[in-house]
């Protein structure tokens, strides 16, 4: 390895996980394994490297050197990177030796691209029966779209998530992140882990496979039970909660809060601290206040009109009632609590110098609740930045 990574033993210490994915999803769960203590070898494309290095504005570009994407910064923390031409025998040679070698090979190609460069999945568990291959695809690898291309919005769209996100039916929107990549590459990491403890007791690999369409079809939660079970589509409800109420984002004076009365009891609280009747025609049960929503923001939103969000935060923590504020991204990071849980984390890019990066969001904790050390992370590296070393470690010098 190139370099010590880490500064106390991690969960995941002694893997070796082969990315060959791009994009999001793919980096994503390798992330995730990285952040745990596996070493990740991330293989790119000699020409431009993974498709997120051209991802931008915003781009940061040091004098002299190659721009940096802001957008790759995000999903390739504590990994080593290799570009190799896997057309040629050089590459393929290299990439043998390190599935060979590997516990895990994560790939996110569209479905025969692997097989066409000589390693599908038979040659790849031939090569190591104890691999763990995970392979993201867009709508699944099989079935009548099998091997369609997917990228997040699409995906959003089509599993049905920007149908219930927007103010209404007629404002679907996409969520503000790239959720379905995010989550593929969540339950990826999730299922590698599930087939990395199962080796622990057959001693052989196997395929994990998911999909965008599979990781936003498994959050559907509430909204795929209202229709598998009682027939009912929910939609767009903007800022509201379609069975809770009230929950959700009121106007007050200067601004809005959020508020969550997920019960009874909490209503009551609500009502108590602000003169508001609970037994009220159309708010006595949360089913009639849902039935009813422009009368409850219209009485709720009324209560809270003379008080600023500051004094309406102070209000209901008094009053035991759930509420926020809506904080921008770099309220977010400059805020005390995010500080406090680890999740910003300094590290030294090769060409950027001190970055300070988004963190994981896992803490671990012995029996007597004291934090185990953190490891010392990995900046994001530039392409092919560990590439003769991984030649050489791996049996070909450039």
């Known amino acids: 390895m190139s370099e010590t990574l880490f500064q106390t033993a991690q969960p995941l210490d002694g893997l070796l996980v082969v990315d060959l994915s791009r994009a999001l999803a793919g980096p994503h769960a390798t992330m995730m394994l990285g952040d745990l203590g596996a070493r990740i070898v991330k293989v790119e494309t000699p020409a431009g490297g993974d498709d997120t290095r051209g991802w931008g504005p915003p781009f940061l570009q040091p004098d002299g050197a ?3 994407s802001t957008y790759f910064l995000s999903a390739n923390r504590n990994k080593e990177s290799v570009a190799l031409d896997l057309k040629s025998e050089d590459g393929r040679a290299v990439l043998t030796e390190l599935v060979r070698r590997a516990d895990v090979l994560v790939e996110n190609f569209r479905t025969g691209v692997l097989d066409r460069l000589g390693f599908p999945v038979e040659r790849l568990l031939e090569l190591n029966p104890r691999l763990v291959v995970l392979s993201v695809t867009g709508f699944g690898h099989d079935g009548p779209e099998g091997g369609r291309s997917g990228y997040d919005q699409i995906a ?11 103010s209404g039916p007629d404002d679907v929107q996409r969520v503000g992140v790239p959720i379905a990549d995010l989550l593929a590459g969540m339950y990826g990491a999730y299922g590698v882990l599930a087939a990395l403890r199962e080796r622990d007791r057959t001693g052989r690999g196997q395929v994990v496979r998911t999909s965008l369409l599979a990781a936003v079809v498994g959050v559907h939660g509430f909204q795929g039970t209202a229709w598998t079970v009682a027939g009912k589509v929910g939609h767009a409800r903007g800022n509201h909660h379609p069975s809770i109420s009230p929950y959700g984002l009121f106007r007050c004076r200067d601004g809005a809060v959020q508020i969550s009365c997920g019960s009874e009891g909490l209503w009551k609280r609500l ?14 049960t949360n089913g009639d206040r849902v039935e009813h929503p422009d009368l409850v923001r219209k009485t709720v939103e009324g209560a809270f009109a003379d008080d600023t969000p500051d004094a309406l935060l102070a209000r209901l923590d008094r009053a035991g009632v759930p509420a926020g504020r809506v904080r921008s991204i770099d309220e977010v990071y400059a805020w005390d609590q995010t500080r406090s849980q680890g999740l910003l984390v300094d590290v030294d890019h090769a060409t950027l ?3 300070t990066l988004p963190g994981p969001p896992l803490r671990f904790f012995d029996a007597t609740d004291t934090e185990k050390p953190r490891r010392r992370h990995q ?8 590439g003769d070393a991984v030649r050489h470690e791996f049996g070909r010098i450039a």
């Open 66 to 68: 190659e721009r940096e």
């Open 156 to 166: 959003q769209g089509e599993a049905g998530l920007m149908s219930v996100t927007g």
């Open 271 to 284: 009502c108590s601290e602000f003169g508001l009747d609970p037994d009220a025609e159309g708010m006595q």
């Open 353 to 355: 110098g001190r970055l």
């Open 379 to 386: 900046a994001p590296p530039a392409l092919d930045q560990h």
